[in-house]
């Protein structure tokens, strides 16, 4: 059976890490971005996909990017105390009324 175009490029990324297909599969997402929306008030939703990965240490999630950022014209790679300088922000909050993270 034919390999489809989605698994080889998942597959090309960052090839010398060993596992993490799901990362790999998002971060092929990432990098061919998603499509422009026009709402039906007008508005215009960017396509932008942004990918934040969080994980235990030893785990190649800086290795990952740091090769996505080499293969990306326009890519950009910022951690840790980078992080705060460009303005990113993340939070987890729980909602114990319908038992999910938001």
Do not use: W
């Amino acid at each position: 059976e034919r390999e489809g175009v989605a698994s080889i490029i998942s597959r090309n990324i960052a090839p010398s890490i060993f596992g993490s297909e799901d990362i790999k599969r998002s971060i092929a997402c990432l990098l061919f971005g998603g499509s422009r929306k026009r709402m039906p008030d007008g508005l215009t939703r960017r396509g932008d996909i942004n990918l934040l990965l969080l994980g235990d240490p030893g785990t190649a999630k800086s290795q990952l990017l740091k090769f996505v950022e080499k293969c990306a014209p326009i890519g950009v790679y910022t951690s840790g105390k980078g992080s705060s300088a460009a303005g990113l922000t993340a939070s987890v909050m729980r909602d114990l009324q319908h038992a999910a993270l938001s």
